[in-house]
């Protein structure tokens, strides 16, 4: 069964720290989505990783994938308040072919002033 | 400017009748996709469509249905045979991938269904 498990499940940390969330996945996957949902609301699209050893940045946030261990990581930097929200990774397996995304469990970041 | 759009925001049923969710993109995209959110939890896919008259059943397609007659849209019934209809369902969706390149899931902004 394909499993895609992210850790932590809640994190609390205050404004200015680093912290870093990862997301394994248990299947072949060369592609990866980090997504984030405000309390209520859709989820918006933050990164997409095709490749091993991609990586993107976007502001705060930094999103990495390692193919060959399968996990991806998602790194804040000097958290803000605005950073608050669950952030969700997903995997893209068997290539593309069936071209449907296999969700995580969601991480809830909540940025403490 | 290009969306998904799905409605009604919240809805409200009683236990035993079956409920539609409306799903209308101008995106172009070729696929669509029901995912079920509950309280605390990840998102599980219901069904998805690849492509115009056809659909594929996800991980928890029991209690639902869908059809695709048009590529602008996908609506999901929830009949009375889903045990626990009450959730956030979300539609999504995404273009074709070209070789390389491979584009996110475009989210509608959901819609809040409690049954009681």
């Known amino acids: 069964e394909l499993k895609v498990e992210q850790n932590p499940l809640f994190l609390s940390m205050q404004e200015g720290k680093n912290y870093t969330i990862y997301c394994n996945y248990s299947?072949?996957?060369?592609?990866l989505y980090w997504y984030r949902q405000d309390p209520g609301k859709s989820l918006e699209s933050l990164f997409v990783?095709?490749?091993?050893?991609a990586v993107k940045q976007e502001g705060r946030l930094m999103a990495s994938l390692d193919t060959k261990a399968r996990l991806s990581t998602l790194h804040i930097t000097a958290a803000v308040h605005d950073l608050s929200a669950t952030y969700f990774c997903?995997?893209?397996?068997?290539?593309?072919?069936?071209?449907?995304?296999?969700f995580g469990t969601g991480t809830l970041l909540a940025v403490q002033p | 400017d290009g969306g998904i759009t799905q409605s009604p925001k919240y809805l409200f049923r009683k236990e035993g009748q079956n409920v539609t969710l409306s799903c209308e993109q101008n995106?172009?995209?070729?696929?669509m996709y029901w995912y079920r959110q509950d309280p605390g939890q990840g998102l599980r896919l219901i069904y998805y469509?690849?492509?115009?008259?056809?659909?594929q059943k996800g991980d928890i397609a029991e209690g639902y249905s869908v059809s695709r007659e048009k590529k602008e849209s996908f609506p999901l019934t929830v009949t009375s045979a889903q045990k626990n209809p009450t959730a956030f369902y979300l539609c999504?969706?995404?273009?074709?991938?070209?070789?390389?390149?491979?584009?996110?899931?475009?989210f509608g902004n959901g819609t809040r269904l409690t049954v009681t």
């Open positions: 999504a969706s995404r273009a074709r991938d070209r070789g390389p390149l491979s584009s996110p899931l475009h």
């Open positions: 299947t072949t996957s060369d592609r």
């Open positions: 990783l095709l490749s091993n050893g």
């Open positions: 997903a995997v893209d397996p068997y290539g593309g072919a069936t071209n449907k995304l296999i």
């Open positions: 995106l172009n995209h070729d696929a």
């Open positions: 469509s690849q492509i115009v008259n056809d659909f």
